[in-house]
């Protein structure tokens, strides 16, 4: 089935067959004969012309043996979504049934819209398992809902900023769920929700604001929920200098990730021996890794000379990361830990706390905890519960 410039995504019994382009590797139906049987991101985009935004490349059955606990089948699937490039970029992600009788009117869907792993493709959730990741999507599997996971777009490609940009990871989630409509067919109902975590949780709360004006057909966001959310990271990044700082070393990691997206004559000037050092090695490394070798070094070590003396990147990047605080048209959970490694934790509070005030879409969740475990179980209890409402 091959996707033409005037005719989106061909319907037929995909769910059961695999679905491939004349670019992909030959396959027979229902198995795969060739080592790679779907359209790579990393790989050349074929120049198509006039392909649309969510529509399906190619996807391939996952076999039993390489579904996670709570899966009866799932689908990896790529799929066309625009960057901040405004160019369209192939894009993969994984669509997970739940156990037991499909309901009549479909699964309920949920997008795991998982926190930043790294920027290198061999990091992204199709390419490599997150123990995590693997739980949360379990649990949800567990209380009947099919989940869509997507990697992100142009995850590994060179010069692409929208790794870090909020509006383009909240376009490529519209689109994982647009594709995957086509792909898991009459067995997923149209309403869906969003759970973010961290880079997840800013389009999470990007989606509030727009995901119901951007999705189409038949589908029906109920809304969404976002835990650590990196509020304050557009400045944290764009005031970035060598008088910053200190910040957890997840943040650091975050930051070396989205200087790693740039292009690299972009970031060459401000970078300090180590910055370009450890910007390079963000290039390949996921976010264990990356960990180890950034070791003690802080924010202030990565550069010689501000940010901010790049106006047009650091605006650029201002305009990329920033997360909205009003206007939602969804409801929206938004969840802070008092213990958080991964985002500056009294900035977030902040945020959430004016956007409560702001809008009467939000709930605001914290937990009066310093016991990282007990927090985690009171916000695992509050996501579920309110995503239960959503449907």
Known sequence: IITTAKSRFTRTRVGKTLVV???????????????????????????????????????????????????????EYTYWSPGSDERLHLSTATLLEP?????????????????????????????TRNGADDAAVTRLLKQGYAVISPDYAAVGMPGA??????????????????????????????????????????????????GASWQSGRLDFRGATATSIPAGYDDLVTNLSPSSQPVPKGVVA????????????????????????????????????????????????????????NAKLAAALRKSLAIPSRGFSRPVLMSQRLMDPTVVVPTSLEYVTQAQFASNKVTMKTYLTGDDAAARKQERSAVDAYLEDLF
């Open 21 to 75: 382009t004349t670019a992909a590797a030959a396959v027979a139906v229902g198995s795969v004969t060739g080592a790679q049987a779907f359209a790579d991101p990393a790989e050349a985009v074929p120049e198509q012309g006039g392909q649309t935004a969510g529509s399906v490349y190619a996807n391939r059955v996952i076999v039993p043996t390489s579904l996670i606990a709570g899966a009866a089948r799932g689908q």
């Open 99 to 127: 156990k037991g009788k499909t309901p009549s009117a479909g699964w309920p869907v949920l997008v795991w819209a998982h926190a930043s792993n790294g920027w290198n493709q061999s990091c992204a959730p199709s390419k």
């Open 161 to 210: 900023p929208q790794y870090s940009d909020v509006s383009a990871t909240a376009h490529n989630i519209v689109d994982a769920v647009r594709a995957g409509s086509d792909v898991g067919e009459s067995d997923l109902s149209p309403k869906w929700a969003v759970v973010g975590e961290g880079q997840g949780a800013s389009a999470a709360v990007e989606l509030a604001r727009n």
């Open 254 to 309: 975050d930051v070396l990730y989205t200087l790693a997206a740039q292009e690299p004559d972009d970031v060459k000037s401000i970078l300090s021996t180590r910055g370009t050092a450890l910007v390079e090695q963000a290039r390949t490394l996921c976010s264990a890794a990356l960990a180890k070798e950034i070791g003690g070094t802080q924010l202030a070590d990565l550069v010689s000379r501000p940010l901010s003396s």
